[in-house]
């Protein structure tokens, strides 16, 4: 099966916060090979498409709270963002590591272009 990458929609009036972090044209999500796999910059998140639990789209952020990587105040959720638009969250039956040291999360928010493509990628992988 051929890689699907879903790009992220990069919004340039916040490129003062995603091109330090090393984001760059072409970086999103790649789905391949059984496993998900989100590069933000020099950052990776990646786990088994049988730990996904689903997708849901999510619209109008708040640029403080979507534009970089951030942590959810109310759980233990992660965002790669690049704009204030729409993202998908993906939800995790068992937490994943390794994007930031010592944590764990239980869902990912990337605001990446295709977000009705990624949700269908997602919910046909699972």
């Known amino acids: ?3 699907k990458v879903f790009e992220y929609k ?3 009036r916040f490129f003062f916060v995603w091109w330090p972090l090393g984001v760059r044209v072409g970086q999103g999500v790649t789905i391949e090979n059984g496993r998900l796999t989100a590069q933000y910059g020099r950052v990776k998140l990646s786990t088994s498409l049988n730990n ?11 640029w403080a709270k979507a534009i970089g990587i951030r ?3 109310a759980d ?6 690049t704009n204030t638009e729409a993202g998908v969250c993906i939800h995790f039956k068992e937490p994943v590591g ?3 040291p010592g944590m764990q999360h239980s869902a990912l928010t990337v605001t990446v272009d295709d ?3 990624l949700v269908r990628a997602i919910g046909k992988a699972t």
């Open 52 to 62: 996904i639990d689903g997708g849901h789209i999510t619209e109008n952020y708040s």
């Open 1 to 3: 099966m051929a890689a």
């Open 115 to 117: 977000c009705d493509g």
């Open 71 to 73: 942590m959810s105040f």
């Open 98 to 100: 390794g994007a930031l």
């Open 76 to 81: 233990d959720g992660l965002t790669f963002g």
């Open 10 to 12: 990069l919004d340039t």
